[in-house]
């Protein structure tokens, strides 16, 4: 789409792509580490240690989501399986973010 991205930022949350002029991150989270609602499976065995790690990968997205909106950053949080049925959707939707941003 000829737009000029990062991937492997040092940026806070270390998301996955950055447009660094317009402002933008995008994270794909994994539908496992980061409890999809339509995928997630609570493991069965060591549940306590999994519950909290759960839980604590949860409260450093939102963390992160917070202290990167208050620098001014627009975020995108993607499921993996959301890429992986509609990529070219999710290129438009990010394209159109660039975009308007950089206006």
């Not at 950053?73 to 990529?87: D, G, K, Y």
Request: with cysteine; glycine share 4%.
């Amino acid at each position: 789409m000829g737009l000029r991205y990062r991937v492997r930022s040092k940026l806070l949350g270390r998301p996955d792509i950055v447009f660094r002029r317009s402002k933008v991150a995008v994270f794909v989270d994994g539908c496992q580490w980061h409890c999809c609602p339509l995928h997630w499976v609570r493991p069965k065995s060591n549940q306590e240690f999994w519950d909290r790690k759960f839980r604590q990968n949860r409260a450093r997205d939102e963390k992160v989501n917070r202290t990167l909106r208050k620098q001014g950053w627009r975020i995108f949080r993607l499921w993996e399986h959301q890429i992986e049925r509609a990529p070219a959707k999710i290129a438009t939707m990010i394209a159109s973010a660039v975009s308007k941003r950089r206006a």
